[in-house]
């Protein structure tokens, strides 16, 4: 089993920035995808970015390239997540989610653990 805890999230201006972070428990997370994903009222859960744990490999989608960056400490377990240039359409709660495998996926049902969600709201 994996634990994931989120963190970082919160009330910020558009053109402002976050950073979010995931912390990872349980299983030894070597061969593990580590992906952020974000649902915002009304909407379907989206992939927001994706990094492979032993490469460091790393996955945008097009709504956030140039603006985020995604990251991982091995020697503490954490992941995180750097928005830039925040915009309204970036409102969700965001997840971190993780897959038990090394091969990159953007869909959600392939991601076997999942934290709890953190609220990100971008004000106008």
């Known amino acids: 089993q994996v634990q994931l805890v989120e963190s970082g999230g919160g009330l910020v201006q558009a053109g402002g920035s976050l950073r979010l972070s995931c912390a990872a428990s349980g299983r030894t997370f070597s061969s593990y995808i580590m992906g952020w994903f974000r649902q915002a009222p009304g909407k379907e859960r989206e992939f927001v970015a994706a990094i492979t744990w032993s490469g460091g490999t790393t996955y945008y989608a097009d709504s956030v390239k140039g603006r985020g960056t995604i990251s991982r400490d091995k020697g503490k377990n954490m992941g995180y997540l750097q928005m830039n240039s925040l915009k309204p359409e970036d409102t969700a709660v965001y997840y971190c989610?993780?897959?038990?495998?090394?091969?990159?996926?953007?869909?959600?049902?392939?991601?076997?653990?999942w934290g709890q969600g953190t609220q990100v709201t971008v004000s106008s």
């Open positions: 989610a993780a897959a038990s495998r090394s091969w990159f996926s953007a869909r959600d049902e392939n991601y076997d653990y």
